[in-house]
């Protein structure tokens, strides 16, 4: 039993530690939480790519966590231009942005001058 609780205990642990992260920004200033349908929709198509975090970071910089921001030709949660949603989607939704954005970065990384925040 006293196995079970230690086991418990640190899964909680990793679990604040996790949450702290994605609420830090790179200059040690925190944010907002991440809104629960964007979290699930970034982590859902985000799941096996270890840049997870980075891309919270992202949103964060660019839309400020918003699915409907707009910055002239630039939309949605990852803020993707024209050429960038002609070839790899774009949707109204976080869950199509976030896969949009997923493909995009499966492409070229971060490295991709798409993003001026990455």
Not at 5 to 31: E, H, M, N, Y
Not at 32 to 55: C, D, G, L, M, Y
Not at 77 to 93: K, N, P, V
């Amino acid at each position: 039993m006293r196995d079970k609780v230690v086991i418990a205990v640190i899964a909680l642990a990793c679990l604040v530690a996790a949450c702290l992260l994605l609420v830090t920004q790179a200059d040690g200033r925190s944010r907002p939480p991440v809104p629960p349908r964007v979290f699930k929709a970034v982590r859902a198509e985000w799941r096996s790519t270890p840049n997870r975090v980075e891309a919270f970071d992202l949103i964060w910089c660019e839309s400020r966590y918003d699915v409907d921001a707009e910055n002239g030709q630039y939309l949605g949660l990852f803020q993707m231009g024209d050429w960038a949603r002609a070839r790899y989607g774009h949707g109204s939704t976080a869950r199509a942005q976030a896969r949009s954005a997923h493909r995009l970065w499966l492409d070229f990384g971060w490295s991709r001058s798409q993003w001026s925040c990455a």
